[in-house]
């Protein structure tokens, strides 16, 4: 025990020896302690003050600090002001005790040194803190994109862009659609409303996210990739997002920009905006929505937005501004530009601006105006078809709004041979057709308003200002003054040595210069539509390089002999000059390959038009004093492809003319009138031609027959039955589109014309024909050698017309098995008074391919539909009729009509009649409808019902069509069924 007690005694010992020993430390080493706590705390000070460098510098580039920096800042500058306040202490103390340690002051001592040992861990632990961010404070964060700034634009004003709007989020709500495409004139407003979806949808739950990118003509990939890679890893982990993929110009790999697309990541949406409709149809958008240009209102609107107050409180700027918005046309690009632009100039300014807008090649108007005309150019410049590219410009020739028909673009462009490798003019004719169709969905063309009658097309004002300075700046310039109201056109000499195109058609020019001018370059001149104009001499001879000269309507009276050296012309158009008769000048131009001729005075196609054997088009129409046409000029023309000949003026020689045109190997078109059947020769052969309009009988000016098209017009007074064989031939073996106009012998079609083919024909138009009462008549069903028919009648028959009728009664008298309507498309039934009812039931059933129904103005017609039937039984059939194909319905100016379909049995809810692809319903002026008709009519997707220019909106179920009907019919003021 002794022995235990005396080492716990001696350990006791020790360790109060060493704690002493550490005490007495202090009191020995406080300098050097002191120091080194004040030497970790400069060290400190240094790394604090690094620190607030980078944050300061981050702070101005904008980057977000990293977590606990702004702490450690805070807890460094704690213990510094501690330690400088512990320093400042320590520094005192010495002054007031000189030699301390001498003084016996170890208290003093013993206290700070101890107070330093003990500071200076923690200031080396917030100095290994620092360490972190003595090299980086912060996280880079990336510059707001377009999402971040856009601002709202209020868009409700508008109502084209809302509506465009609106049918997008539409697309976006529906999970059946992954790509949508946006597309339309470029400044046309796609961009705005791309972001005006992000903006809409970041406000709702519709996508998790929303990421945008910017594609442009030279596509980054790394660029695009970088900005959209957060939103490729969202999607990756199921999250809902948007992309918008802006400004595309060409089919984008979605693979090689990393986007999880297609039916494995339905919770990935596209939108993409482009100038092409076709760039949308390769980026296999299932949803396609265009942007138009604004309407006059809306641009104004959108106009003062840009402008502000000063629209409204300045009474003389108002009516300069409404004629610049209208000289924008629409365009939001150039509206905001010229708004931009004019806002704060006087009103001389803006007078300027205007006569600059109008002047259609603004080059010295606004640097912000210019270039919205400048990105408009980029949709020229990034056309691939050097075809486009040609049909653009030569669009820019004809005037401002006007009506631009594809054939002339078709000669002007062969005429310039300006299509590559070309083999014919039907080629040409598809290039150009192509052409127009990759314009209009480029949004550089549009659609024109008589396209129904010949095809045709439109160039907007503003896009053809674009195409003005395009022509204007190019080596080869255009000058353009066409339907500029000129009345004469006087250039100097030197004036127009660098043009190769001029244009000034559809003015009020006397005649050309009588003078020389030099016009080394010029290879198109379009002077046609200039009444009362005159060609000299001199001018002529000056333009030896032209290659396109159309100088139709102007009605010159003679061709000066100075045309003899337009060598190198290949196109010529003297058409509509009546005081025109002596051509034989032109048997010079031995390069020509299109001649129009229509409607000139001349009397006969003389002997020199012989000589023109590299003609490929001949059109020779409506010239009503034609009499002769020399012997063997047609077939000497041996590389013909087109010929137009109106024959029926002729006194004699129409066989034999014929007989030569049949040995024209490469023809396959033909326009040809004659007066009756029996001056068309029994060889006669349409097997060769891949296209033709032939006439019989009197001319009826028709249009719109398009050039790759069969049609065959029979317009004699009086029918022969039975007629020539050739034209049994011509119907079976061609099948053409069939017109039968004003015959006055003719009661029916089958069976009188069932032994000439006319079963076979697809395509059947009737107009004027005073004695038909029937389409199908009572009587024996034999054909004209007495041979009982077994087929039914109109099995083939997919388009139908009759106008004009005044005898129709019924569609057909027999019994409804020998009638087959099955493949018919469109039935057009207009002005047929004494028509009562069309269709019975059991022909309805077969209406499985009818589209459209167009009946209008047949005062005697009270239903479309009736369950009567001659042979039928009607009590039986009427319970199930189908209309699959049926899309449109249009009933105008039937003023008997009581219901589209009227039921002979008792009980009318047992009809059950389903239209699934009908969308559109139009009723006009039929004041006596009471009711659709009896029973159930199931219309799901009837988008659309009219009555009498009503928008009537369609209630949803199996009778939607029928109550909208009895809706509709109330301000008629009828009581219905």
């Not at 005006?196 to 596509?219: C, D, M, P």
């Not at 006319?758 to 009737?766: A, M, S």
């Not at 009590?875 to 009509?897: H, Q, R």
């Amino acid at each position: 025990m002794a022995e235990m007690g005396s080492a716990v005694a001696g350990k006791v010992v020790d360790s109060l020896f060493d704690v002493a020993k550490k005490e007495i430390g202090y009191m020995w080493n406080c300098e050097e302690n002191v120091e080194k706590f004040k030497h970790e705390a400069d060290k400190l000070k240094v790394m604090r003050g690094g620190v607030l460098e980078l944050i300061d510098i981050s702070i101005r580039k904008g980057d977000l600090l990293k977590y606990g920096v702004e702490d450690w800042v805070k807890e460094a500058d704690t213990v510094i002001s501690k330690a400088n306040e512990f320093l400042q202490q320590e520094a005192d103390s010495k002054k007031t005790c000189c030699k301390i340690g001498l003084c016996g002051n170890w208290k003093t001592l013993h206290r700070y040194s101890k107070s330093a040992t003990k500071m200076v861990p923690s200031i080396l632990h917030l100095q290994e803190r620092g360490n972190t961010f003595e090299s980086c404070v912060s996280v880079e964060t990336p510059a707001p994109g377009p999402l971040d700034v856009y601002q709202d634009k209020h868009l409700d004003d508008l109502h084209t862009h809302n509506s465009a709007l609106e049918d997008i989020i539409k697309s976006l709500e529906d999970d059946s659609i992954q790509i949508i495409g946006i597309y339309g004139l470029g400044g046309v407003g796609k961009t705005t409303l791309a972001m005006e979806v992000a903006a809409r949808v970041k406000k709702t739950n519709l996508f998790a996210g929303v990421a945008f990118t910017t594609v442009s003509q030279k596509v980054d990939v790394g660029k695009i990739q970088k900005d959209i890679r957060e939103a490729t890893k969202r999607i990756m982990k199921r999250d809902k997002i948007l992309i918008i993929l802006d400004d595309v110009w060409e089919k984008l790999n979605l693979e090689e920009l990393c986007i999880p697309c297609g039916g494995n990541y339905m919770n990935c949406k596209i939108l993409l905006t482009s100038r092409s409709e076709k760039v949308c149809q390769k980026m296999n958008a299932q949803s396609k929505i265009c942007v138009n240009l604004l309407p006059t209102e809306e641009a104004w609107i959108f106009f003062k937005y840009v402008i502000g107050e000063r629209l409204e409180t300045d009474a003389n700027l108002r009516p300069v501004a409404l004629k610049v918005v209208e000289g924008c046309g629409g365009l939001p690009l150039l509206i905001q530009a010229v708004g931009n632009a004019l806002k704060d100039e006087s009103i001389e300014s803006w007078n300027w601006a205007l006569t600059q807008l109008q002047k259609h090649a603004p080059s010295n108007i606004d640097e912000e105006i210019r270039k919205s005309f400048t990105h408009l150019k980029l949709s020229y410049d990034y056309l691939k078809s050097e075809d486009a590219k040609l049909c653009f410009l030569l669009c820019s020739m004809f005037p401002e709004d006007c009506d631009i028909v594809l054939e002339d673009l078709v000669f002007y462009g062969v005429g310039l041979d300006g299509f590559d490798d070309l083999d014919s003019i039907a080629d040409a004719r598809g290039r150009v057709q192509n052409a127009v169709t990759i314009l209009k969905s480029s949004g550089l063309l549009l659609n024109s308003e008589w396209e129904i009658w010949a095809s045709s097309t439109k160039m907007h004002d503003v896009v053809r200002d674009v195409a003005l300075l395009i022509v204007s700046e190019d080596n080869d310039k255009f000058l353009v003054k066409a339907g500029q109201s000129l009345t004469q056109w006087l250039p100097r000499d030197t004036d127009l040595e660098s043009y190769k195109g001029i244009s000034l058609m559809c003015n009020e020019i006397s005649k050309l210069p009588d003078y020389k001018v030099n016009v080394p370059l010029l290879e198109i001149f379009l002077v046609n539509n200039n009444w009362g104009m005159s060609i000299s001499d001199k001018f002529i001879r000056c333009m030896k390089k032209v290659k396109v000269f159309n100088i139709s309507v102007t009605n010159i009276s003679s061709l000066p002999q100075s045309f003899q050296v337009l060598t190198k012309l290949r196109m010529l158009n003297l058409s509509r000059n009546e005081s025109l008769r002596e051509i034989s000048v032109l048997g010079e131009l031995k390069d020509l390959e299109i001649l129009i001729l229509n409607g000139i005075g001349i009397t006969e196609i003389p002997n020199e038009i012989a000589q023109l054997v590299n003609l490929r088009v001949l059109q020779v129409n409506d010239c009503s004093d034609l009499s002769r046409i020399t012997v063997g000029v047609i077939s000497a023309l041996s590389r013909l492809e087109e010929l137009c000949v109106d024959l029926r003026w002729l006194s004699q020689g129409v066989t034999r003319c014929i007989a030569e045109i049949m040995k024209l190997s490469k023809l396959t078109y033909l326009d040809l009138e004659v007066k009756s059947f029996d001056l068309i020769p029994k060889g006669f052969d349409s097997e060769n031609l891949k296209a033709f309009l032939i006439q019989i009988g009197d001319g009826h000016n028709l249009n719109g027959f398009s050039r790759s098209d069969r049609n065959l017009v029979i317009s004699t007074k009086y029918l022969v039955i039975p007629v020539l064989k050739w034209l049994k031939k011509l119907v079976e073996v061609s099948r053409p589109i069939t017109f039968l106009f004003e015959i006055e012998n003719l009661n029916n079609i089958m069976p009188d014309l069932y032994h000439i083919g006319f079963n076979k024909l697809e395509h059947i138009q009737l107009v004027g024909c005073p004695n038909m009462s029937c389409l199908v008549d009572d009587g024996t069903r034999c054909n004209g050698d007495n041979e009982k028919i077994e087929e039914k009648f109109f099995k083939e028959l997919k388009h139908l017309y009759m106008s004009c009728l005044d005898d129709l009664e019924v569609l057909w008298k027999c019994q409804d098995k020998y009638i087959s309507l099955t493949n018919l498309v469109t039935l057009h039934i207009k002005y047929c008074d004494k028509l009562e009812r069309v269709f019975t039931v059991s022909i309805a059933q077969g209406l499985v391919n009818l589209k459209e129904l167009d009946i209008q103005f047949c005062k005697g017609l009270e239903e479309v539909i009736w369950g009567g039937g001659r042979g039928g039984r009607a009590d039986e059939s009427e319970n199930a009729i189908v209309f699959p194909s049926l899309e449109m319905i249009y009933l105008g100016g039937l003023t008997s009509l009581v219901s589209f379909f009227k039921s002979t049995v008792g009980n009318d809810n047992c009809n059950i009649i389903k239209y699934p692809s009908l969308v559109e319903v139009e009723i006009d002026d039929c004041e006596s409808m009471k009711i659709w008709g009896p029973g159930i009519h199931e219309t799901p997707n009837l988008k659309t019902l009219v009555v009498d220019g009503d928008v009537t909106e369609v209630v949803d179920g199996p009778c939607s069509i029928n109550e909208a009907v009895e809706k509709s019919c109330q301000k008629w003021q009828v009581i219905t069924l």
